[in-house]
């Protein structure tokens, strides 16, 4: 046998579970640029979710509704704590915050015809209002957010409802980013900021440091707008016992709790996958803050953040919340990661159902893009009705499970009605485990 022979076998190679190829990707994209990762769309790990959970259907010791004859109600109310003109929405599922700069005009004008046409709501986002999204929104949230982009009195008025925006599920604790090769002469012109230089937006705001001033804030805005807008909250889900606490004492008519699977335009990779807590852990400390403070149901709370299904809808309005918002699903019901557009994915480096270099502006489907042969290619019409369409099934899906359970309102489903499959969700959501009376934690 020379030096360089063996005879024995060799062993299969075996890639590491700690560097996968994405890991060992990302190292090499980092040696060669010495800059951070940046990407739109929310977590992508596998995280405990509603799909851990199960609803218990009606049999000998529950009674269903039958589902032609009785009916079960979706209507939601928000904001009726303190604002004189509450939203009263259709259905109990919303239109989460995507700014213009992020999305094109059509998209904005597409999310309002779609969210009119279920009769909820739309928010405007980061980077101001627009006449398209403002003209097809029947109920339009005007997100106020630290870095005050776009933001004036006028606009705030013509909302009907204000956002105060504290952090988002994606980044808790973190700005957001817009960068130069989306930033339009219209995008800078209501940013107020020049045209193709990258815009960053503050991690907190500048005019309040904590509950006691944010209690000023908010009385301020209810002067601006006439005691008439509900005050919305949104926190991205990182302490939602105490962060909901502070909500309700600092004046909130409602509160929106947006789990680490949120979605956004763009922000570091490692801020996306490290930071924040999935919303099936969210939801429950958030609910048990606003039982302790007597106040549940009397302070709505919406929840977001990887909400896909009529399914997750129920459960998460059966751990306690009062509606729910959807993004990245509205995206793609308007025809975002569309495979008709393979071929162009393929081109940028990425294929449909992965593209996420929503910063770039370069989408296919004319979506997350500024460029005007993209953006023309999305008919503010035809993806409204989809979008419609969405919201239509999300919300018959939730009333079937509903009326299995024996309940003839959404708002009705509760935690006796759910058990989990996992040790991790039932110690999450504080459910027993399938088969048992178990909650993993529960004294």
């Known amino acids: ?20 190829d994405y890991t060992l990707s990302e190292i090499r994209r980092a040696a060669a640029t010495g800059i951070y990762d940046i990407r ?4 992508k790990r596998r995280l405990p979710n509603f799909d851990d959970l199960l609803l218990l259907g009606a049999s000998m010791s529950r009674y269903p509704l039958e589902g032609y004859r009785e009916k079960c109600g979706t209507e939601v109310v928000l904001g009726n704590r303190f604002a004189k003109k509450p939203l009263k929405l259709s259905i109990p599922i919303t239109i989460a915050g995507m700014s213009f700069g992020s999305l094109s005009a059509n998209t904005k004008e597409a999310l309002g015809r779609g969210a009119s046409a ?9 980077g101001g209002m627009t006449p398209e999204e403002r003209g097809q929104s029947k109920y339009l949230v005007y997100q106020y957010l630290p870095s005050r982009y776009g933001m004036n009195p006028d606009d705030l008025r013509k909302a ?10 994606a980044k808790p604790g973190g700005g957001g980013m817009l960068l130069g090769q989306k930033i339009s002469d219209r995008v800078a012109e209501m940013r107020q900021l020049p045209k193709g230089i990258d815009q960053r937006s503050a991690c907190r705001h500048p005019d309040w440091t904590g509950a006691d001033d944010l209690e000023i804030k908010i009385q301020e805005l209810r002067e601006i707008t006439d005691w008439e807008k509900p005050i919305y909250l949104k926190v991205g889900a990182s302490r939602p016992y105490f962060d909901v606490n502070l909500a309700v ?16 335009a763009a922000t570091q990779e490692v801020f996306i996958e490290h930071v924040g807590i999935p919303l099936l852990s969210a939801i429950p400390p958030a609910v048990k803050a606003l039982q302790d403070l007597g106040m549940h149901r009397k302070v709505q709370l919406i929840v977001s953040g990887g909400i896909r299904t009529g399914a997750d809808v129920a459960k998460a309005l059966a751990l306690g919340a009062d509606a729910v918002a959807v993004g990245t699903a509205a995206l793609v019901a308007l025809g975002d990661n569309d495979p008709k557009w393979e071929k162009e994915y393929e081109k940028l480096g990425s294929r449909a159902g992965c593209y996420d270099d929503w910063h770039e502006g370069k989408d296919p489907a004319g979506i997350t893009t500024q460029t005007p042969e993209l953006t023309q290619r999305l008919d503010p019409v035809a993806a409204g009705r989809r979008l419609a369409n969405y919201l ?4 018959l899906e939730a009333q079937t499970l509903a009326r299995a359970c024996g309940k003839n309102h959404l708002h009705n489903l509760e935690p006796e009605d759910l058990v989990a499959l996992t040790l991790e969700a039932a110690a999450m959501a504080r459910v027993p485990l399938a088969g048992t009376s178990w909650v993993p934690g529960a004294r």
């Open 1 to 20: 046998m020379t030096q360089h022979e063996r005879s024995w076998p060799t062993t299969t190679p075996r890639p590491s579970a700690t560097f996968d």
């Open 40 to 43: 739109g769309g929310g977590s």
């Open 118 to 126: 279920a009769g909820t709501s739309t928010t405007t986002g980061d």
């Open 160 to 169: 009907d409802a204000i956002e105060i925006v504290i952090g988002q599920g």
């Open 249 to 264: 004492k600092a004046g909130a008519d409602v509160i929106v709790l947006d789990g680490m699977q949120g979605g956004t």
């Open 392 to 395: 239509k099934v999300l919300t």
